[in-house]
T-cell receptor, first 112, second 114 residues
């Protein structure tokens, strides 16, 4: 059964400093990786999806996938206080790409 | 405008009662899902429907029953409610058949069972 773990549990950065979040997964057949953001009490906002090794950029968010090491990273360039939220990594495998396994998330705080 | 509408936003119920959580999507998607987010667990997949047919069920309890009356509707009926059912329930949708399809989520219904 797929296990998705995220680190760190929480991260505090200063405004403008790069933020890097880590996600590891257990199923080597995984082929669909997404990062979501959830502001407190709100729904989920998709940030970036990646399906092959390498990098994928969407605005200030860059996902980096290395399937051999079972890692997918999220880098946030020049984060703002409004980027403070819970960041969730989600992984799926095979044809049923709507069945995602989520990590517990990383709480990001961006200080002005 | 939100494209996935969940109603109500907040719901309080007593133990043993029955509630229905409403979900409608206006994205033209052919697949819909329910997920649950409770305080101690990560967001968990519950059900997936494609063209109004159940595709996957990861919910052990039969107390949870999805209902799809229309292509863009997937409601969730919960019977014999328990305090452990307290969670935020998210509806989601996608257009299956595309290799890079994305899963879009509603804002959730927060259920509190007393």
């Amino acid at each position: 059964q797929q296990k998705v773990q995220q680190s760190p549990e929480s991260l505090t950065v200063s405004e403008g400093a790069m933020a890097s979040l880590n996600c590891t997964f257990s199923d080597r057949s995984s082929d669909n990786f997404r990062w979501y953001r959830q502001h407190s009490g709100k729904g989920l906002e998709v940030l970036v999806s990646i399906f092959s090794d390498g990098e994928k950029e969407e605005g200030s968010f860059t996902a980096h996938l290395n399937r051999a090491s079972l890692h997918v990273f999220l880098h946030i360039r020049e984060p703002q206080p409004s980027d403070s939220a819970l960041y969730l990594c989600a992984v799926s495998a095979g044809a049923n790409t709507g069945k995602l396994t989520f990590g517990h998330g990383t709480i990001l705080r961006v200080h002005p | 405008d939100p494209k996935i509408i969940q109603k109500p936003k907040y719901l309080v119920a007593v133990t043993g009662s029955e509630k229905i959580l409403i979900c409608e999507q206006y994205l033209g998607h052919n697949a819909m899902y329910w997920y649950r987010q409770s305080a101690k667990k990560p967001l968990e997949f519950m059900f997936s429907y494609s063209y109004q047919k159940l595709m996957d069920n990861q919910t052990a309890s039969s107390r949870f029953q999805p209902q799809s009356s229309k292509k863009n509707h997937l409601d969730l009926q919960i019977t014999a409610l328990k305090p452990d059912d307290s969670a935020t329930y998210f509806c989601a949708s996608s257009q299956e058949g595309f290799s890079n399809e994305r899963l879009f989520f509603g804002h959730g219904t927060k259920l509190s069972v007393l």
